[in-house]
């Protein structure tokens, strides 16, 4: 967003680009919840597994939650 609104800033031209604060808030916010549901869904996918009750929530989907969930670990936490 940083980016977006620097970009093609020319000299002597009236700043004519709106501030994009609340979209940024709103990014980081989502961004962060994001994280809290997907540590939600590996939870309940690791009880199910124990349960063996995993057949009913497609491989792919929980293989792939889990390493969104270690990329989002990754960026919002350990990536300071």
């Given at each position: 967003m940083h980016f977006v609104e620097?970009?093609?800033?020319?000299?002597?031209?009236?700043?004519?680009?709106?501030?994009?604060?609340?979209?940024?808030?709103?990014?980081?916010?989502?961004?962060?919840?994001s994280l809290l549901v997907n540590a939600?869904?590996?939870?309940?996918?690791i009880g199910?597994?124990?349960t063996k009750k995993i057949k009913k929530i497609p491989r792919w989907i929980v293989i792939f939650n889990f390493i969104s969930l270690l990329?989002?670990?990754y960026w919002f936490i350990l990536d300071k």
């Open positions: 620097l970009h093609d800033k020319v000299k002597g031209k009236s700043d004519v680009a709106v501030p994009l604060q609340f979209v940024e808030g709103t990014m980081a916010v989502l961004g962060f919840i939600v869904f590996c939870i309940i996918a199910l597994l124990a990329a989002e670990i």
